[in-house]
């Protein structure tokens, strides 16, 4: 069973940065992973995902040049650095494997983290 773990959320004031980590276990090989968040009241959302290699990136409109993902295979984590914070970017942030391929969608996710909170002040 894969198991996934995110930390890292925090209260942040608005143009702030904040990093948050996710470590993965139980796996054989890296997965692609990915990262959503979901505010109260809205759908879950992408965010941006990360191939197995680190090689290959894809973000999502809203967190370009803001966001960053990184992985490291031999520490099993997946980082997101999070830049330019604005308070729209409040909310639960999930990591999550993908080891299906196709669309960057909820249903091609596999093992999902608790979700760790990053709130962004004004």
């Known amino acids: 069973q894969v198991h996934v773990v995110e930390s890292g959320g925090g209260l942040v004031q608005a143009g702030g940065s904040l990093r948050l980590s996710c470590v993965v276990s139980g796996h054989t090989f890296p997965p692609s992973m990915g990262w959503f968040r979901q505010a109260p009241g809205k759908e879950r959302e992408f965010v941006v995902n990360?191939?197995?290699?680190?090689?290959?990136?894809y973000y999502a409109d809203s967190v370009k040049g803001r966001f960053t993902i990184s992985r490291d295979n031999v520490k099993n984590t997946v980082y997101l650095q999070m830049t330019s914070l604005k308070a729209e970017d409040t909310a639960v942030y999930y990591c999550?494997?993908?080891?299906?391929?196709?669309?960057?969608?909820?249903?091609?996710?596999?093992?999902w983290g608790q979700g760790t909170q990053v709130t962004v002040s004004s």
């Open positions: 990360i191939n197995w290699s680190g090689s290959e990136t």
């Open positions: 999550a494997t993908k080891q299906r391929p196709g669309r960057d969608v909820l249903r091609n996710y596999d093992n």
